[in-house]
Each structure stands twice: as C-alpha cells, then as structure tokens.
C-alpha cells in the first residue's frame, strides 16, 4: 500500500497530495528527487515499483524477506539498500514489538518499504519538510530523518525494559524468589532488542565515510551515532544485568529449597524419636495381648508379670541402643584393610 508519494526540489514539497508512480518516476530525471512510502506492498505492488524506477531483483526480494540484523547493500547501479529494525514496547504484555524498514536510497529517489506495526514514519517525513536546509542536500536527508526517528523511537523501550528490571532486581535481592520464567523471557527481549541496536552501528558508521553522505548532513549523522552508541551501550548493560539476576534468583531458589529440605529432615527426625520411643511399648502391648495357653497360665503373679514386662521394655531399648551406637561410629576395619602395615613393621 503507498502511503505518500511525493517529489521535493530546492528544499521544498512540489505538490500536495501522493502523486501517481509513473509521474513520480518522470519527476526523478527533471532534479530534486523522489520520496516513496509504502506499508507491507504485496509482490505484485513491489514488482510495478522496480519496473517504473529499475530497482535491482535481488534488492526488492531482499526487502520483502524479514531480517534479523539492519545491513546495508550497495548495487551496482548506485542503489544503496538499507534495512533497519524498528521497536516499540508493549507495557500490558512486556513485550517488544517490532518491525523493519527497508530504504532504497539513490541520487534522484528514496523508495520506504515498511513492515510491523512498530515502523510508523510520518513524523520523519513532517520534520524534514519543516528543514529545507537539510532537504536541499538531496535524497540522503531523508536517511537521516529515518534514522533519527528509529534511533529516538529506542529510548523509550530501553525505559521500559529497565523499569521491568528494577522491579524484578529489587525482589530477588530482598531475598525473594521472582518468577523464573519472566527473567528469562526479558532478557530473551534484551537480546532481541540488542540484535536490533549492535548492527546498526556499522551501518551508521558507513555513513560517515568521506563521500558517503553531503558534508552540511555529517553534524546531524554523528548526533543519531552518538545516540545509538549510548543505546547499544545502555541494552548490553541490561543484558548482563538480567543474566546476573537470573543466576542470584536461582540462588534464591536453592537457598529456600534447602531450608525446606532442613525442616523436612528435623520432622522426620522427631516423628522417628517418637516411634523410636513407641516401639517397645508396642512390643509389650502386643507381646500381653496374645491369648496362648502357656502366656496366661505362667502369668498368675504380679512379680512374673513385672519381671516379663521390664525385660520386654528394657531388652530392645539395650538392643536399639548398640545397634544406633555401632552405627555412628561406622563399620569396624577389615583385617586386610590392616595387613600391609603389619607386613611394614616385620
């Protein structure tokens, strides 16, 4: 879909409205230049649009396949093709969403091909149109409105994505335990965040060559550079950042599961001193309770039933008491274990 189409000259719009392509086309060989913008164009579209203004194939197929990392392609007709990733922030779902621009820039025509909700460009081209001291400079003023407008449209994600960070670095360092799962799911956004950001930088950092681009544009260029700098600088601070807290939540986490583990083990060790205590009494309970001849005629005396009961009670209290005593002191040496000593001292 072409959004606006527009032919600009000696630093100012020649007519109001989107024109129709083939007039654009005809305005590109009578000077000033040509500023097509277009949203998701279907193949079709975008096979009309190389037609009319002879862009390189692989060109327009490379900007209908969505990329990774902004990069920058020179043909050799003298099109530059120029992909840039944008990025908006999504509070309710804390998440990035992105998009992708694709700019081919020549001497008489900047065609914009844009993709994602997160790639609106208005408010570049209504700047420029306020700088006719920049327009004046040709088609690369529009690269420097694009870039400008994607580099700002950064500052607010970094915002976000730091906001979400402090909340989940001041729970973990509480000694709180903070979901596992959002930890890694920001700082999978800071990664992608950060693959749209690094490689921008070597594609600004061409534009800055001698010759590249129109001297009265450089000033503006090296400002958008040293914003990006600041950028890639400030979303790899934030990627460190989260992998650090990742590490200190599952600290967290393991510290809490072994205090867990402690107090299981302490009740278990003082349900097995109560049976432990339970058992002999069970044993006499049960050992009185049995109805065979010879236990109910031998037991006609309470000294014949004190001296079965204190026996019943006292032997395996002696007995479990070895057996613990022999078992925290641990298994007694073999006699091989001491041979080759005894062999030594003959």
Known sequence: ???????????????????????????????????????EPGPEEMERVREIFGLHELAVEDAQAFHLRPK????????????????????????????????FLAEHFVIVVRHGIASELAGARSRLERRPELLRTGSHSTLWAILDQVVDSYAPVVAELERDIEQIESTVFSGTVAPTERIYFLRREATDFYRAVHPLLAVLGRRLQPGRAPAELLPYLRDVHDHLLLVNEEVAAQRDLLTTVLEAN???????????????????????????????????????????????????????????SVCGLLLPCLVLYVWLRRQRRGPAPRPQDTAPHARRGE
Do not use: K
């Not at 000696?10 to 086309?25: N, S, T, V, W, Y």
């Not at 050799?76 to 992909?83: C, F, K, S, Y």
């Not at 999504?90 to 998440?95: G, L, S, T, V």
């Not at 049976?275 to 049960?286: H, I, N, R």
């Open 1 to 39: 879909m072409i959004v606006d189409c527009a032919h600009y000259r000696d630093g100012r719009r020649q007519h109001e409205g989107a024109m129709p392509l083939e007039e654009a086309a005809s305005h590109c060989r009578q000077g000033g230049f040509v500023w097509l913008g277009m949203f």
């Open 72 to 103: 920058s392609e020179l043909y050799e007709d003298g099109t530059e093709l120029i992909i840039l990733r944008t990025a908006r922030y999504d509070d309710e779902r804390e998440e990035i969403d992105t998009g992708e621009i694709s700019i």
């Open 250 to 308: 599952i600290a967290v986490i393991s510290v809490e599961q072994n205090t867990i583990t402690l107090r299981q083990s302490a009740i278990m060790e003082r349900l097995t001193v109560v049976a432990t205590v339970f058992l002999p009494l069970s044993f006499v309970v049960g050992f009185f309770g049995q109805n065979f001849g010879w236990l109910v005629d031998h037991i006609g005396s309470f000294r014949a039933f004190l001296t079965l």
